[in-house]
């Protein structure tokens, strides 16, 4: 609360007049008041700038619909073009099946990601990794039980060829020698057919 800024244009009790919480005299010359003309002044700026923003809402509204119909139109131009899943592939033009697969590949790609693995069946998808998937329990091959037990030694030095010591530390190596594959052998069946007699028939 403020004390009115024109107590001479006031009735004679204007000096103890006070403003109202708005800046406003309480007195009967509110359009003397100087703050009054500026109060009414930004109100009407306010109002203006709230009918621009309901045109401007009105209008982004009306584009917004536009483009939505738009887009139902071009979808169902799409749709009529690249073939539903109910078309049959028979009835597909050969552009039909090429957007078709080309389709397929970019959801696979999709689903594999950066570094998963896929299973495309193009030339640019990602093949399947050999080997167990990730987490299952590790496997090895039994270690065979040596048929035959023979001693590495070295007597002389490879080389100054002086003789060596005692040997300070030894370990033990399993070499598995896998035979090579017997030759395949093929045969060659010579078969003759011949007549009976009694009715000429086919043996």
Request: glycine residues 8%.
């Amino acid at each position: 609360m403020y004390p009115c800024r024109s107590p001479a244009k006031c009735s004679p009790e204007g000096d103890d007049r006070v403003l109202d919480f708005l800046g406003v005299c309480d007195c009967e010359c509110e359009s003397t008041c100087p703050k009054v003309a500026d109060l009414e002044e930004r109100v009407e700026e306010l109002e203006a700038k709230n009918r621009n923003l309901r045109e401007e809402k009105r209008e982004a509204k009306k584009r917004l619909d536009y483009q939505k119909e738009k887009y139902a139109r071009l979808w169902e131009k799409y749709r009529k073009f690249v073939g539903g899943p109910h078309k049959p592939s028979s009835k597909k033009s050969r552009r039909e099946k090429e957007e078709e697969k080309r389709r397929k590949r970019e959801r696979k790609r999709r689903r594999v990601g950066d570094g998963d693995t896929g299973d495309g069946d193009g030339g640019d998808e990602e093949k399947k990794r050999p080997g167990r998937k990730p987490g299952h329990e590790p496997a090895w091959r039994e270690k065979p039980e040596p048929e035959d037990e023979i001693d590495v030694t070295q007597d002389r030095c490879e080389d100054c060829g002086n003789p060596l010591g005692d040997p300070i530390n030894d370990y033990s190596r399993v070499v598995t020698d896998i035979p090579d594959p017997e030759p395949p052998t093929s045969r060659q069946f010579n078969i003759f057919g011949r007549l009976e007699s009694s009715n000429l028939n086919w043996l």
